[in-house]
T-cell receptor, first 114, second 110 residues
Framework: AQSVTQLDSQVPVFEEAPVELRCNYSSSVSVYLFWYVQYPNQGLQLLLKYLSGSTLVKGINGFEAEFNKSQTSFHLRKPSVHISDTAEYFCAVSSFNTGNQFYFGTGTSLTVIP | DSGVTQTPKHLITATGQRVTLRCSPRSGDLSVYWYQQSLDQGLQFLIQYYNGEERAKGNILERFSAQQFPDLHSELNLSSLELGDSALYFC?????????FGEGSWLTVV
């Protein structure tokens, strides 16, 4: 089975500062990678995904992530955060041969400080 | 809006009772998943169905059961409820490459 490690459970950052949320996965096969965001009292919303092609993926709300195959990482970045970015962020992995199974990390709580 | 619909949105029930949560997947999606999210356990995968058949099972208790019907909607049945079952229950559906979540059903057991 695959696994996903989100290295930071909580990340506090000041408003307008840059942020990076780290994600590593374990897989030796071609993977699909995802970041989801969960705002308070809401469901998980797809932020961005990597399926193939360019390793730099741009998502909604100014977020981007870079797929690094050699380091098996898919870190999420934003150059300048807003208060509204305060949320829980989940990294997930899947692959063609996992029978549509998706493996999620434990989440990173991003708190933007005014 | 992900296209995944869950009902009810909120539910309060007593210990020992049984409830049913319902889910309609996105149009065309054959896979349906159920997750439980609580403060102390995080996001836990319960079970997956694909076109009516069970595909994968996670940390689902024996008191819980699920099924996917021919029209692809799914139900999660929770019985002999305990206080610890209070949580947010998500349904999700997927195409071959991406999973999409509903807004969840809040279950409070009192």
């Amino acid at each position: 089975a695959q696994s996903v490690t989100q290295l930071d459970s909580q990340v506090p950052v000041f408003e307008e500062a840059p942020v990076e949320l780290r994600c590593n996965y374990s897989s030796s096969v071609s993977v699909y990678l995802f970041w989801y965001v969960q705002y308070p009292n809401q469901g998980l919303q797809l932020l961005l995904k990597y399926l193939s092609g360019s390793t730099l993926v741009k998502g909604i709300n100014g977020f981007e992530a870079e797929f690094n195959k050699s380091q098996t990482s898919f870190h999420l970045r934003k150059p300048s955060v807003h208060i509204s970015d305060t949320a829980e962020y989940f990294c997930a992995v899947s692959s063609f041969n996992t029978g549509n199974q998706f493996y999620f990390g434990t989440g990173t709580s991003l708190t933007v400080i005014p | 809006d992900s296209g995944v619909t869950q009902t009810p949105k909120h539910l309060i029930t007593a210990t020992g009772q049984r409830v049913t949560l319902r889910c309609s997947p996105r149009s065309g999606d054959l896979s349906v998943y159920w997750y439980q999210q609580s403060l102390d356990q995080g996001l836990q995968f319960l079970i997956q169905y694909y076109n009516g058949e069970e595909r994968a099972k996670g940390n689902i208790l024996e008191r819980f059961s699920a099924q996917q019907f021919p029209d692809l909607h799914s139900e999660l049945n929770l019985s002999s409820l305990e206080l610890g079952d209070s949580a947010l229950y998500f349904c999700a559906s997927s195409d071959p490459m991406t999973i999409y979540f509903g807004e969840g059903s809040w279950l409070t057991v009192v």
